[in-house]
């Protein structure tokens, strides 16, 4: 959705990689407004679109994708993408509509730029799975890459909301990560262990008011009583208005 940082470069990299000196690699710029759910950020979402032209251009992107809301969506528009399973919960239950939004427009930009691959990164681990879901069920002759979460220099996951933080919050906001590394490391095995000690690390951060805290299958984002293979802690966490989410693997 723009305001492109390292991680996002991260993307363009590996992309470049894959597709080779006879490829060709596309971004996609769309702040998409259907997966804002009601008061949202969608009209302050940042929409740096010189910076990030000018840093498509220096990366080596061949082509720069960002319609206009009014290309991508007819008016009386009544043609939605919808994943009912997957998304139920985490991110699902918190933003009602989200996922639906996201699948629309991921059909739709799949069907305008009709790819060989498409990149995302694993910070938004839900959003993988359920873009993943929606390639198998719907027969997209794309192949899904997963991208590792590229991460700031103190832990912090890389994040165009980052920028939304004042000083004091991008201070705090480390919590999350040293949260999601002190469960990891602690050797528990309950999903109930891991969850409170993830929490109590987070709440030593006075401005941090957790959504969630979960251990899930990382494949179908179902929660699970017990750290096995496979499994992910994630977190959502608002500081002040600005909600942040995290996850590590475990197991």
């Known amino acids: 959705m723009g305001a492109l940082h390292k991680a996002h470069l991260q993307l363009i990299r590996i992309a470049r990689e894959r597709a080779g000196i006879d490829g060709e690699v596309a971004v996609s710029i769309f702040v998409n407004p259907i997966q804002f759910e009601p008061g949202s950020d969608y009209q302050q979402y940042p929409r740096p679109e010189q910076a990030d ?65 498409a990149l995302f990164g694993e910070k938004d681990f839900q959003q993988l799975a359920i ?29 165009s909301r980052n920028q939304y933080l004042n000083s004091e919050e991008r201070k705090q906001a480390t919590v999350l990560h040293k949260a999601l590394v002190a469960a990891a490391n602690a050797g528990k095995k ?44 994630a977190v959502a966490v608002f500081f002040d208005k600005t909600r942040l989410i995290d996850n590590i693997r475990l197991g």
Do not use: W
């Open 131 to 159: 873009v993943r879901r929606m390639v198998r069920d719907l027969d997209f002759k794309i192949e899904i890459v997963a991208v590792p979460t590229v991460r700031e220099e103190d832990g912090l996951a890389c994040s």
């Open 53 to 117: 032209e000018d840093f498509c251009r220096e990366a080596g992107v061949n082509l720069l994708f960002r319609p206009p809301v009014g290309e991508m969506y007819f008016d009386d528009r009544s043609t939605f993408v919808e994943e009912t399973s997957l998304s139920s919960v985490l991110e699902g239950e918190s933003r009602p509509g989200h996922f639906r939004g996201v699948c629309t427009v991921v059909a739709k930009l799949f069907n305008i730029l009709a790819p060989d691959a």
């Open 190 to 233: 309950s999903a109930s262990d891991v969850i409170d000690l993830a929490r109590k690390v987070i709440s030593e951060a006075p401005l941090a008011r957790i959504d969630y805290v979960a251990l899930v299958d990382a494949e179908n984002s179902q929660a699970v009583e017990m750290v096995r293979p496979n499994s992910l802690l």
